[in-house]
DNA sequence: ACCGTAGGACTTGTTCAACAATCCCACAAG
DNA sequence: CTTGTGGGATTGTTGAACAAGTCCTACGGT
């Protein structure tokens, strides 16, 4: 086995320098919208209004639409439009079993020391953000955690798919009054995660993190159905 | 916990009748021609030539082509074209090391019984195969067996994430010479893993299962290198 | 009051033609 | 052998147009 010959790829560390097409740059826009709860939930993208609002035109717009409906941001509904999706109990149930079966396993079998200093780099940012009282932060911060757990797993596939089911899960973020003191409790939490994980004891950290988000889906379900139960 | 009331729905199964739009018609069928391997890795698609080929426009043909990026069976190299996803090693230990932590996970903390019926329909359908020497079909039955053990975990979302998956692997698989021979050795080892798993033996069946994608990965690795190395 | 229904306004689905931006290749110059 | 430099082909993006479908409303029958 030759080692192979140096690519400019491997040279620049693989990063790839492509300016966005306009269609991806307007997903983006769109995106962080949506996850940031400006665009709520259920809310009907029209086309014409967006397209004339963004200044592209109607097949761009359509495009970047195909790449956020891919992504299970929005919900396209033939001849109707597309809409901003409503997650509903059901699907939070869903993506917290996702969620339980990979972070745990992942923890449970570390296999990546990048996920374990992610992990690490995000607990210091939560504290630090705490101290601050800047709360949006401490959730970034604990999303930024819990991604950091994927990673343990060493699959890039596996960590984009998480990343996606958080984006969801912003979706019913949005729905819970006092958001902050949805993650404001499990600073500590992650902290000791993170402690037990270094000391390569697998099975308490995973042990603790499945109570972590048996908690965490219980308050959100609970928001979700909200004020209709 | 009390019984959720029926909802459209649930009464209809989930099925949703929604004629499918024109660019997810051409996506199905260029999804089609990709996993057959009839458009072979690295293939370029045209914009012009597939659409008169197709006969729909150019803009239909770009939608369909984001939906096919968002599943990474196609490229997209900006000015340059789209492209058939071409899988390296890399890839192929990445798709594995997603496989193992969550089949693995799933067989090992059964949640839904759905899954293992799903699991003895496919070692039904690959024997049954195997007896008519239909190996195109035991290759079939062995990726449904697979992904009725990742629905052993209860998780939509996960199963769509593995089909998804699956799909990228037969971009890979496409390279292996005799694909049948790939398959045939696992149809007694799924049934074995059913078995056990039917027994409530999940560590023993778990255990198997991992053996059986390390044998996997490492035929469709040496595949992938092939000639090269 | 309660359907059905027939319009009509509006939105989405899809195509087409055009132009701008970029890449690729062949060829010439150093 | 490397480095410009066209020019041709492909992709990126737009605007207008029409077909197809949905939603709303008013009308008529019962």
Redesign the pocket.
């Known amino acids: 086995m030759v080692a192979p010959p140096p690519t400019s790829a491997t040279i620049l560390g693989g990063v790839q320098l492509q300016?966005p097409?306009?269609?991806q740059r307007v997903a983006e826009l769109l995106r962080e919208r949506i996850v940031q709860g400006e665009l709520s939930s259920g809310t009907?993208?029209?086309?014409?209004?967006l397209s004339t609002a963004l200044?592209?035109?109607?097949?761009?717009?359509?495009?970047a639409f195909q790449i956020l409906v891919g992504e299970h941001l929005l919900v396209?509904e033939?001849?109707?439009?597309?809409f901003v999706r409503r997650l509903d109990v059901d699907d939070v149930r869903d993506i917290y079993t996702f969620r339980r079966l990979v972070e745990c396993a992942a923890l449970a079998h570390p296999a990546s020391a990048r996920g374990l200093a992610e992990m690490r780099a995000a607990v210091a940012q939560g504290m630090d953000a705490a101290a601050r009282e800047a709360w949006h932060e401490v959730g970034t911060a604990d999303v930024r955690f819990h991604v950091g757990v994927t990673a343990v797993a060493g699959s890039e596939r596996l960590d984009q798919a998480m990343r996606g089911l958080f984006a969801e899960l912003r979706l019913a973020f949005a729905l819970v009054p006092d958001a902050h003191e949805l993650h404001r409790p499990f600073l500590d939490l992650n902290a000791e995660i993170l402690e037990l994980a270094e000391r390569g004891q697998a099975d308490r950290a995973s042990l603790l993190l499945r109570r972590y988000l048996d908690d965490a889906e219980a308050r959100i379900v609970a928001a979700v159905q909200g004020p209709s139960s």
């Open positions: 300016r097409t306009t269609a009907q993208c029209a086309e014409l209004q200044g592209v035109s109607r097949n761009t717009l359509r495009e396209h033939p001849h109707r439009g597309v």
